[in-house]
C-alpha cells in the first residue's frame, strides 16, 4: 500500500517536472529582413514586442535569437528604409519586408529614434562635434574641438584630418556647418587607406556623404 502511495508521488512529481522543462524550452527564432527589391538589409535593429534587441541584422539581413519567451510582434527598423511590424504566428523563420518611403527625411529618422525606440546615440546633436563624438568611433575631440583620428600622430605641427564632403574636400568652417541630421553617414580612413589623397590625407581623413 505504502509502495502504491509512494509510487504516485513520484510519478506525479516526474510529470510535473517534465511539464514545466517542456514549458521552459528556448526556441530558436530566425528573422531576415529585405527591402522591396529583395535585397537584405544590414544594421537594421530589431524588436521583440517593442523591446529593443542588442544585436542588428548582419550583412545577409539575418537575426537569430533563442528565447524562453515568445514575442506576439516582431519589428525591424532601418534608418534608410523605414520600418515594418510583424505577429508572430510561432514560425522559426520570419521574414520582414521594410518598402523604402520617399518621403523619409533624417528629421523623420531622428524622430522615430527618438520616440520609438531609444536607440542608442539618437539624441539630437547640437553640432557636427558633438555628432561625432556621440555617433564616431576611432576620432578623439578635444575640449576645444580639435579633431584627431586615433593611430595618427601629428604631421606639420597639425592633427586636423582633411575633410571630404560629398567626395568633395572642404575647410573647417564649412565641415562646422554641416548640420547633424543631414549626415547619412561617416567614413574615417587612414594608412593605407588615404593614399589616394597624398600628403593631403597624412592626418586620416573624414568623409561624410548627406542626405
Not at 535585397?39 to 535569437?65: C, H, M, W
Not at 576611432?138 to 593611430?151: C, E, L, Y
Not at 600622430?153 to 584630418?161: A, C, D, E, Q, R
Not at 575647410?171 to 541630421?181: A, L
Amino acid at each position: 500500500m505504502k509502495s502504491d502511495f509512494l509510487f504516485k508521488i513520484i510519478f506525479f512529481l516526474c510529470l510535473s517536472f517534465s511539464n514545466f522543462s517542456f514549458s521552459q524550452t528556448e526556441k530558436e527564432i530566425f528573422i531576415i529582413v529585405k527591402d522591396d527589391n529583395n535585397r537584405p538589409i544590414e544594421g537594421a535593429v530589431i524588436l521583440l514586442d517593442d523591446i529593443k534587441q542588442d544585436k542588428k541584422t548582419n550583412y545577409k539581413g539575418i537575426f537569430s535569437i533563442k528565447t524562453f519567451s515568445l514575442p506576439q510582434k516582431i519589428s525591424a527598423f532601418s534608418p534608410y528604409h523605414g520600418i515594418n511590424i510583424i505577429k508572430y504566428n510561432g514560425k522559426k523563420f520570419n521574414r520582414i519586408i521594410i518598402k523604402k518611403k520617399k518621403d523619409i527625411t533624417p528629421q523623420l529618422i531622428t524622430k522615430l529614434k527618438n520616440k520609438k525606440f531609444g536607440i542608442e546615440n539618437a539624441e539630437q546633436y547640437r553640432n557636427i562635434y558633438h555628432y561625432l563624438r556621440g555617433q564616431v568611433p576611432g576620432v578623439q575631440i578635444s575640449r576645444d574641438n580639435n579633431i584627431k583620428i586615433r593611430g595618427i600622430g601629428s604631421v606639420n605641427g597639425s592633427t586636423t584630418p582633411l575633410f571630404i564632403l560629398n567626395g568633395v574636400q572642404i575647410g573647417k568652417t564649412t565641415f562646422e556647418n554641416i548640420i547633424p541630421t543631414n549626415v547619412k553617414h561617416i567614413n574615417i580612413l587612414k594608412g593605407p587607406e588615404t593614399a589616394i589623397y597624398g600628403a593631403r590625407g597624412a592626418n586620416g581623413v573624414i568623409k561624410i556623404t548627406t542626405y
